[in-house]
Nanobody
């Protein structure tokens, strides 16, 4: 079992930055691929970014490429999402997810464990 706790969300003006953190506890964190997803009101949960267990490979959604960066620190059992140049359309609840096995996928159904989410609101 893996427990995930997100933090770092909040209210920010357009063009601003936030860094989300996801702290993991339980089984060996370094063996899990990690992903960030988001869900806006009335919309489906969508892929934002993911990182391989080793941190050597990442993927980002086209909508955030060049603005968001995912990283991880396996010594701290933590994955991060650095969000720059935020836009109002980035407003959503952001979820951290863990997948057994080191390879990441973009589909939310591929992930085994989820955090409770953290709200990000970007004002125009």
């Amino acid at each position: 079992q893996v427990q995930l706790v997100e933090s770092g969300g909040g209210l920010v003006q357009a063009g601003g930055s936030l860094r989300l953190s996801c702290a993991a506890s339980g089984r060996i964190f370094s063996r899990y691929a990690m992903g960030w997803f988001r869900q806006a009101p009335g919309k489906e949960r969508e892929f934002v970014a993911a990182i391989r267990w080793s941190g050597g490979s990442t993927a980002e959604a086209d909508s955030v490429k060049g603005r968001f960066t995912i990283s991880r620190d396996n010594a701290k059992n933590t994955v991060y999402l650095q969000m720059n140049s935020l836009k109002p359309e980035d407003t959503a609840v952001y979820y951290c997810a863990a997948r057994v096995g080191g390879t990441y996928y973009r589909g939310p159904d591929e992930y085994d464990y989820w955090g409770q989410g953290t709200q990000v609101t970007v004002s125009s």
